[in-house]
């Protein structure tokens, strides 16, 4: 879809938002269910929307076209390892764009917006986790600017494992 970024709204998330959010939430867990095969079946909630909208350290965001949500995102203050330089860092979490709505660089818009939030706390360190098998997503980070500097490795040892 061809859309004009000036109808494209970003606001706070409020509790009306919930119920579209919730969704949003189960299909961010079906897209990451193929990278990730230690994801539980059924409904994943890998934390409470409402108490993150509610938390004085965490800022999440909605985008809305023609007054209908499309997408968000948070960034929430966390603080670092003691052996980091920094003291505190950004961390953003829960990036989502409605399939219907992608490639128009709106991802793009709310990583700024959170970006700015952070930067307005005082704070230049910020971090995501992504899979790494996810392509697409590791590329749009790193045109944002992000680069990896971990990567989490897993190894299935139990008996059953037919690799062994």
Not at 3 to 31: C, G, S, W, Y
Not at 64 to 76: D, K, T
Not at 102 to 128: A, F, H, M, P
Request: aromatic share 10%; hydrophobic share 40%; with cysteine.
């Amino acid at each position: 879809m061809n859309l004009n970024i000036k109808d494209i709204v970003i606001r706070r998330a409020v509790n009306a938002d919930l119920p579209k959010l919730e969704t949003f939430l189960q299909f961010l867990v079906e897209a990451e269910r193929p990278f990730d095969p230690t994801l539980k079946e059924g409904e994943i909630f890998y934390y409470s929307i409402q108490e993150l909208i509610l938390d004085n350290k965490t800022e999440v965001l909605v985008m809305e076209y023609n007054n209908e949500l499309i997408g968000c995102g948070y960034a929430q203050i966390r603080s670092a390892k003691p052996y980091q330089k920094h003291e505190l860092f950004g961390y953003l979490g829960f990036m989502f764009v409605d399939p219907d709505f992608r490639g128009n660089g709106l991802n793009n818009l709310l990583l700024n917006d959170l970006k700015k939030w952070v930067l307005s706390q005082g704070i230049t360190e910020v971090r995501l986790e992504v899979y790494h098998d996810n392509e697409a997503a590791v590329k749009a980070y790193e045109k944002a600017g992000f680069k990896s500097i971990l990567t989490t490795m897993r190894c299935d040892i139990s008996p059953a494992n037919e690799d062994l």
